[in-house]
Nanobody
């Protein structure tokens, strides 16, 4: 089994910064893409940023220039540095990882973290 554990959420004033972390653990052969998503109550889960195993990145237009995604492959961890936060960034953030298991290397499985709340006050 694979588990993703997020940390780093919290309350910050508008214009401030937060750094989210998500560590994957368990039976892992390798991890392909890792990403961050966010979901407001009653709405769909939207992509915030994604990073491939080759460190190519993609961002939602709403966060470009403010958020930076990075990863540490040795630690199976993905980070999201969030700067210039706005009240509209307030919601729950989820990490995602496309994991290749040692026993099934022809496939990748999608795992989600439990979510971490980010609240930006005006």
């Amino acid at each position: 089994q694979v588990h993703l554990v997020e940390s780093g959420g919290g309350l910050v004033q508008a214009g401030g910064s937060l750094r989210l972390s998500c560590a994957a653990s368990g039976s892992i052969f390798s991890i392909n893409a890792m990403g961050w998503y966010r979901q407001a109550p009653g709405k769909q889960r939207d992509l915030v940023a994604v990073i491939t195993s080759g460190n190519s990145t993609n961002y939602a237009d709403s966060v470009k220039g403010r958020f930076t995604i990075s990863r540490d492959n040795a630690k199976n961890t993905v980070y999201l540095q969030m700067n210039s936060l706005k009240p509209e960034d307030t919601t729950v953030y989820y990490c995602n990882a496309d994991v290749v298991l040692p026993s099934q290397r022809a496939f990748e499985y999608h795992y989600w973290g439990q979510g971490t709340q980010v609240t930006v006050s005006s």
